[in-house]
């Protein structure tokens, strides 16, 4: 087994460092809504579109609801409206 250490590739200075707990995941994203979070920077549409199209051929009756944070890091009213509205954010940046 391997293990993967993810970092994190934004200086601190360009956004607001916050720790939260992870959330549990749940077991199967069947039946689930899905909340994709983009930034609004170059490229991460493309990435979250792309995602939100695996995750429906991979589970069955999945809902994906797409947000526009407008800049980095989104706006938390927009991280509020996702979280109340679904099971699951995946958010990302691009460019």
Excluded at 52 to 74: C, H, K, W
Aim: hydrophobic share 40%; net charge negative; with cysteine.
């Amino acid at each position: 087994m391997y293990t993967l250490e993810v970092l994190n590739p934004v200086a601190q200075q360009r956004g607001v460092l916050t720790t939260q707990p992870i959330n549990p995941r749940p077991a199967s994203l069947d039946h689930k809504t899905v909340g994709l979070l983009w930034s609004g920077t170059h490229g991460g549409d493309v990435a979250l579109k792309r995602v939100g199209a695996l995750l429906q051929e991979m589970f069955s009756d999945v809902t994906i609801n797409f947000y526009t944070g407008g800049n980095y890091p989104a706006p938390p009213p927009i991280v509020r409206q996702a979280a109340e509205e679904c099971d699951v954010v995946v958010g990302a940046t691009a460019d």
